[in-house]
């Protein structure tokens, strides 16, 4: 019998667990070991400068401080493998909670553009982003260019072939579960440092000029004033030439240090712009490589990693090793300044991120978007892989109807959540819901359209089956007025309706327009909405789109044109001994029963009965 996920996660939490504290106990020993070498290798020194000429004590000082700093090493060692530990750790019990829909337990969601989301057609209404949403539930992903590349997906749905591409490489990534915790990881130790914006480094990396102004003539002049430096230096102290022309260029080179000391700084800044995130991108750079692909998409990917023939990851430990070398400037301030004065090390330094920006600088940018394809690939892969049961869309071209088998909201637990079978379509239909209040209308509108995101963006489906065309979704669930904007509700339910009627009425192509309208212009009277209802259901079936409608006025489904187009489908309250629940089964017809009375009761809502003299 099949691991189920929620014990995968619970046995590779514990692992984790496990591994991480057996590090942590060796990094306790470490560190006691290295005041034990730190502080006799003290004594010893005194010793040694206190009694000239003690050999022994010098032998033991260099021995212990020789020892300290190998235990250094391996306590950083010890160190980073605990922070990888438990960073895995964390990957599998937001794994768990993603599984539990914990929305607690799984970090925010990062809020998206605004310009992305205002006036969207459906990322408010179907919870595309914020607490428990879409987004929050399928990420985060280990990058920040992967997080914005998710979110892209999710508010852009791809055309047919890029989604037939996405499911084979979620197909090819979903049972690489090491793999996947493995990049998930990164990001996890990346959130807990500061969370450095690569922006600026990738800014730095694509312009193609200088560092500085000037910088051809001060490689002359660095590697002129060194060589002179050094031959008359050479030449003073054997005797050859006793006379001190080795101040010149020393002098030559300490102004030259000063004078463009400013714009080296600022260049040194602007490439290593949150150096920590840059070694966590050579780790996940050389993670990509490290996997070999077979599916097209996942393989062209791997491809762009490679540049000039060096690889992404070996470019990326390049430039990580020439940063650690400027790093003298702030990790051994007592030491620059002499080192610097005898071979101008800043500006080799600088020689060197120069050659390197020259050299593939202008592929960071192409790393970078294969690295959030890949990250937000490995994130849908995560679903494939914790919900097997669950379907991989098939898009029908030249057919127009929306069939699921099954279809649930996804965001719901799976104790909580109840399926159903849908069917929008053909063109010139309507599946009009009824039902009473609570019964489960506006959770079926919202399951119907979250799959449609998660089918477009190349994910996994919940249903047992999903059939859809290629389609524009337009939704009104969850209309808001705006005291900023002096925008009423009614007024705000009606701009909503003119946006989805435009869509519709727009030349289609080879896109179905899937609409879903949730209790349409309920701020208004029954024989007014009831005109408004029948107009926009005529323009949206004279346009060949597709979709349902839910409604409490019963009367509607007796009126043109809804009486001939419309599918009717209800949802109803069960009653039993005298309370009420509900079954969120969808059924055949016309809805029978109304609750609001019941409910106002059932909640503490003294219902008066008729005055007789009333």
Known sequence: MPESPDARYAERQQRHT????????????????????FLPAMAALVWWLGFDGAMLAFVVTVVLLLAFGVLVVLHARVE??????????????R????????????????????????????????????RASL??????????????????????????????????AVAELSPLDDWREQLASFGVLASTHRADSIATFRRWAEDPGPALRGLPIIKVAAYAIVAALWIFGGLHF?????NTLWGIPLLAGVALSFATAASVSRAFDEAGTGERTLAQYAGIFEHIESQHFTSPALAALQQKMTAAGRSAPAAMRSLNRILAFADLRRGAALLHF???????WDFHC???????????????????????????????????????????????????AYRAVALGHPLLPANRRVSNDVQLGPPGTVLLVTGSNMSGKSTLLRAIGANAVLAQCGAPACATSLQLPPCDLQTSIRIQDSLEHGVSYFMAALARLKGVVDAAQREPGDRALLYLLDEILQGTNSAERGIAVQAVARHLLDAG??????????????????????????????????????????????????????????????????????
Do not use: K
């Open 18 to 37: 496990r591994l991480r504290d057996e590090q942590r106990r060796r990094s306790a020993v470490l560190a006691r070991l290295r005041l034990a070498s």
């Open 135 to 168: 987004f929050q539930w399928i990420g985060p992903g280990a990058t920040e260019y992967g997080n914005s590349t998710l979110a892209f997906w999710l508010l852009s749905p791809a055309a047919a072939p890029e989604i037939v591409s996405r499911q084979a």
């Open 238 to 242: 054997s005797g050859v030439m006793p």
């Open 338 to 344: 002499p080192i610097q004065a005898v071979t101008l």
């Open 95 to 130: 794994g768990a909670a993603r599984m539990a829909r914990d929305w607690d337990a799984l970090p925010p969601a990062p809020a998206p553009e605004p310009a992305l989301v205002e006036g969207h057609p459906y990322a408010t209404d179907l919870d595309v982003f914020g």
């Open 350 to 400: 600088l020689f060197a991120l120069q050659s390197w920006r020259r050299a593939v600088g202008a592929r960071v940018d192409t790393w970078l978007r294969a690295t959030a394809e890949l990250d937000a690939l490995s994130c849908l892969a995560t679903i494939r892989r914790d919900y097997p049961e669950w379907c991989d869309p098939q898009l029908t071209i030249g057919e127009r």
């Open 80 to 93: 980073e493998r605990a922070e990888r530990f438990e960073a895995l750790r964390i990957v599998n019990v």
């Open 545 to 614: 789109a597709i979709g349902a409608m839910t409604t409490h006025d019963l009367n509607l489904a007796s009126e043109e044109p809804l009486q001939s187009a419309a599918h009717l489908v209800h949802f109803t309250e069960i009653v039993e001994g005298g309370t009420m629940r509900f079954d969120y089964r969808l059924r055949e017809g016309l809805a029978t029963s109304r609750n609001a009375l019941r409910l106002m009761e059932l909640i503490g809502i003294q219902i008066p009965t008729a005055s007789p003299h009333g």
